[in-house]
């Protein structure tokens, strides 16, 4: 076997720990040393990052911009049809169909109900035969007109020889030919046929005013006779204007009589809203208003319309005045009678809005986040609690009335995320989500007793 060399010696040898500098080390030893260098590695790491600066939070921010500002007032109102029409019953009858349900819309002219009216034959042939009756009437004023003119020639004849005859019988008497008698009794025989004539005149007349009788004797009939006949037919009852129909006051079949009430017609395209406005409020009410419906359930504006009456007197008992607003063309969202929210708006200005969603409260004061002009040491946006005053609420915005300004950003989410002086990573806000004119959003003032809303207090 071949000498072994000095390091070959030495790894055959059994592991007894490490030498260093001629001497061995335990492994316990080495295993402690190793796990002080790493904790002191941790902590060296640990150090640095507490030094680093604080992540910042995510938040919307919005510009403020001038906006519209509107004074105005909630009230609860009643709403009024313009017309409501009583369908009644012509004639006499017996319902033979309804054409319609309650509720339906129906338009000018539509028919509601058919009826049968109560007629029959023998009254028809009755009609008739009273037109027979006057036209022989009529014959018979027509014969007795044509006796008087051919009497009244007579007496006229008769009449115009006594009248020729009177000078000469006056001269007769001058001369002598005749005596005073005999004057007088041709002048007793003009004198009747004057008389004669005249009474032919006066039957002339009479009979000439019979045969007008008999001719309007026989239109009254003939007009008679034709409602009769159409009496025989099924006749239809039709609304004269637009509207919904309400709950029928007949059923099919039952008899109903001249001016009894089949149904209501309620035209809802045009409503009245009559609103009880305080009178302190008398100084801004007046004619032309604007007013603003909402739906009290969903809070959604269901149309515009204008204050177009306002009553010259105060109701002593509630120190309210009657506004009547009219709203045009609403379709058939809205009924007659219905109880609406109503917004009048006495006034607009220009201002500047903040979204309800900005506004931290602190006891009863109320503060908004606004970001820093200067970013921080490690160049982050961060943002200021800044105090203001808020005015009315204008669907999901409040009027700033001071405190903010126009071109300031301000936080509008994860504002209970935040402090003073917070950094944050701004995002844009859309303005299209606080935008005051929204058709769903009611705005400024809450309802306030029976009839007004009171002004919410912004604090």
């Known amino acids: 076997m071949p000498p072994q060399t000095p390091s070959q010696k030495l790894s055959q040898q059994p592991s007894q720990g490490v030498r260093l500098s001629g001497k061995r080390l335990s492994p316990f030893f080495v295993g402690t040393v190793l796990s002080i260098s790493l904790l002191s590695t941790g902590c060296s790491r640990t150090d640095t990052s507490a030094n680093a600066a604080p992540p910042g939070t995510p938040a919307q921010v919005l510009e403020l911009e001038p906006d519209t500002v509107r004074?105005?007032?909630?009230?609860?109102?009643?709403?009024?049809?313009?017309?409501?029409?009583?369908?009644?019953?012509?004639?006499?009858?017996?319902?033979?169909?309804?054409?319609?349900?309650?509720g339906q819309f129906v338009s000018a002219g539509q028919s509601l109900v058919l009826l049968k009216p109560d007629q029959t034959v023998p009254q028809y042939e009755g009609a008739l035969a009273g037109i027979g009756v006057a036209e022989t009437n009529l014959d018979s004023a027509r014969a007795q007109l044509e006796v008087a003119r051919v009497q009244s020639r007579s007496a006229q004849s008769r009449f115009e020889i006594a009248t020729d005859y009177e000078p000469r019988l006056r001269k007769l008497f001058e001369e002598g030919a005749i005596a005073q008698l005999r004057l007088d009794e041709g002048l007793l025989e003009v004198e009747a046929a004057r008389n004669e004539f005249a009474a032919a005149q006066e039957q002339i007349v009479a009979a000439e005013a019979a045969v007008a009788q008999a001719q309007s004797t026989i239109r009254q009939a003939e007009a008679q006779a034709d409602e009769s006949f159409v009496s025989l037919q099924s006749k239809e009852v039709v609304t004269p204007i637009a509207g919904v129909v309400g709950d029928l006051s007949v059923k099919r079949g039952e008899y109903i009589g001249t001016g009894d009430e089949i149904v209501k017609v309620t035209q809802t395209a045009n409503l009245f809203l009559n609103l009880q406005v305080p009178s302190n409020k008398s100084s801004q009410l007046k004619e032309g208003l604007t007013v603003q419906l909402f739906d009290p359930t969903t809070d959604e504006q269901l149309t515009t319309g204008t204050v177009n009456f306002v009553s010259p007197t105060v109701d002593t008992e509630g120190q309210t005045i009657l506004a009547k607003a009219l709203f045009n063309d609403v379709g058939r969202k809205l009924r007659d009678g219905q109880y609406v929210e109503a917004r009048i708006i006495w006034d607009t200005d220009q201002g500047v809005l903040i979204p309800t969603t900005a506004i931290t409260r602190s006891g009863s004061k109320n503060f908004v986040y606004v970001v820093n002009e200067e970013p921080n040491e490690a160049g982050q946006e961060t943002v200021g609690l800044k105090p203001v005053e808020l005015g009315p609420i204008q669907g999901d915005r409040y009027e700033v009335k001071s405190g903010l300004e126009e071109g300031d950003r301000v936080v509008v989410s994860n504002i209970l995320k935040l402090g003073d002086g917070a950094p944050i990573i701004p995002e844009a806000a859309s303005g299209d989500s606080f935008t005051e004119s929204a058709p769903d959003s009611p705005t400024d003032d809450e309802p306030e007793g029976e009839s007004e809303a009171e002004e919410t207090d912004a604090e």
């Open 71 to 102: 004074e105005s007032t909630t009230f609860v109102g009643n709403l009024e049809a313009v017309e409501v029409v009583d369908v009644r019953s012509e004639i006499q009858g017996r319902i033979e169909t309804i054409f319609v349900a309650p």
